[in-house]
């Protein structure tokens, strides 16, 4: 739909929840386009999800957090990260993707280890929910949606 918008010329503005420079590849697949094609782009900052989501858990971004695309690391067999570090799985909107993700962690985590679900972190109706990793697909609550999160930590907690 952009694309045909784009033919017509004129001003598009496509907004995204957060930083639109923070973990969004629509965003990142706009300004390749657009670069192809010579188009102007201007992108307006804010603030991204990662500063609520840690707020949310109590972990500071230091001094190894790795972030990825629940679709990212459910085409994985073996999840980016390593000992000491955190990891931080954005766009968690399906329980479909939670099992995914769970799979994937699974090769590096027991899975009776805590991992955070992170549900509208900085919104009105934020919560954190501590739950084990074989848990994270059980979405009894039906919370997991567009502003779902999970965090996990190879250090102490």
């Keep these: ?8 010329g004129g001003n ?19 300004r390749r386009m657009a670069q192809i094609k010579s188009l102007n782009v201007q ?12 707020a949310a858990v109590g972990y500071d971004i230091l001094p190894k957090l790795v ?3 629940a679709l990212d690391i459910a085409s994985r067999q073996y999840p ?18 939670a099992s995914e993700v769970k799979l994937c962690l699974g090769a590096v ?6 991992v955070a679900l992170v549900h509208d972190a900085g919104g009105d109706e934020e919560s954190v929910e501590w739950v ?17 999160g999970a965090f996990f930590s190879f250090g102490a907690r």
């Design 132 to 148: 084990e990793l074989w848990e994270i697909d059980h979405d009894a609550e039906e919370k997991i949606g567009f502003f779902a």
């Design 109 to 114: 985590i027991d899975e009776e280890k805590k």
């Design 43 to 54: 992108v307006l900052s804010g603030i991204s999800f990662v500063e609520p989501v840690m």
């Design 1 to 8: 739909k952009l694309r045909e918008q784009g033919r017509q």
């Design 80 to 97: 980016p990260v390593s000992p000491g570090s955190s990891l931080l799985i954005t766009q968690i909107y399906r329980a479909e993707i």
């Design 12 to 30: 598009i503005v496509y907004a995204v929840p957060g930083d639109p420079s923070v973990a969004e590849a629509s965003v990142r697949n706009i």
């Design 67 to 69: 972030i990825i695309d």
